[in-house]
């Protein structure tokens, strides 16, 4: 009972220091990211993508007193030694990145709201960000248990869209076991029988993954390959677990296999492409343009014969530039 009353208490106290405008962003379901500059403004972004805008003003003190209420919950500090913040906001659960002078002019953050629902691929083809056929390859994928590999630059919607896979999976095999791993809680599953792992300073994913392997899972999904634990992502994938989700930060999908490769080298120096080819089936690349964001691109990988061997299955073209 106390210490619920002491997170009531601690809540509060962050609304009031966040103020009305940052408050009525996070209860907005179409902002996706809050972000605070030094200069104190408050910008925005919104899901379907269109550009930010800002939306107002938040003090420097106000900033800096948000800042250390939501250290305090986290058992750590924000000053000018330890001038970063990261973690989840007590509010909703939302990933908070926050950052203090020196490093920077005046306080400064980014909120990555978690999502209030699932976007599912129904709707990403009715909001015209995927196209008909594009679904039909996906949801055939997944019914045939590949491997995909969601990639794109940042905020460009590569866990939103993976949250639309996870509810394509539990529509298609209800009867399947999830594991799912990340390091901040951004994955949406509403599957009965599924356990959500999650990182700590004490315990890395690659460990996770590890431990994954004595879960029995039948699909084993990464909300973010970030590190060496892309290795153990991959043999997990190549021993018995296809069906699987990750998510890679690049441009394109050749950029995609290219940076699991730098991942896999951050902790093996064997060559990992043949392990990649044989891993992953379908690279899916979503994009953020001047009018919103849109699956560009579906390649299915077949091989490595020095290079990769790839089918691009659906490519848009789009007569703007990608933002």
């Known amino acids: 009972m106390q210490h619920r009353e002491r997170q009531q208490r601690i809540t509060q106290k962050l609304r009031r220091e966040l103020g009305p405008t940052v408050l009525r962003a ?31 003003e938040l003090s420097p003190v106000s900033a800096m007193a948000a800042m250390a209420t939501i250290a305090s919950t986290l058992d750590c500090t924000i000053n000018a030694m330890n001038p970063t913040l990261e973690g989840e906001l007590p509010i909703d659960g939302s990933r908070f990145e926050g950052l203090v002078p020196p490093v920077v002019s005046g306080p400064a953050f980014t909120i990555r709201k978690k999502a209030s629902k699932v ?16 679904n039909a390859l996906i949801t055939e994928a997944i019914k045939l248990r590949k491997n995909i590999l969601v990639v794109g630059g940042t905020s460009t919607g590569k866990t939103t869209l993976a949250n639309g896979l996870i509810d394509e999976i539990v529509k298609v095999a209800p009867e ?3 594991v799912i791993i990340e390091d901040v809680g951004e994955i949406q599953c509403t599957a009965e029988n599924a356990v959500i792992l999650r990182s700590t300073d004490m315990i890395d994913l690659t460990q996770l993954l590890r431990a994954t392997m004595r879960l029995r899972p039948d699909r084993i999904l990464v909300g973010e390959v970030r590190g060496p634990e892309a290795l153990s992502l991959l043999k997990a994938w190549n021993t018995g677990h296809p069906g699987g989700i990750a ?4 441009d394109t999908a050749l950029k995609g296999l290219s940076r699991l490769e730098a991942l896999v080298a951050e902790g093996s120096h ?25 699956v560009k691109e579906i390649i299915a990988v077949e091989g490595f014969d020095g290079d990769y061997l790839t089918t691009s299955l659906e490519e848009q073209e789009y007569p703007y530039e990608v933002a």
């Open 119 to 134: 976007f599912t691929l129904a709707d990403y083809v009715a909001d015209g960000i995927m196209t008909r056929a594009q």
């Open 270 to 294: 064997a060559p990992a492409q043949k392990m990649i080819a044989e891993a992953i089936d379908y690279v899916v690349v979503i994009v953020k343009t001047a009018k919103g964001r849109h």
């Open 247 to 250: 998510t890679v930060h690049a």
């Open 26 to 56: 996070l209860d907005d379901p179409d902002i996706i990211e809050i972000m605070l500059n030094p200069d104190g403004r408050l910008w925005v972004d919104r899901l379907g993508g269109g550009g930010m805008e800002v939306i107002g």
């Open 176 to 178: 399947h076991r999830l």
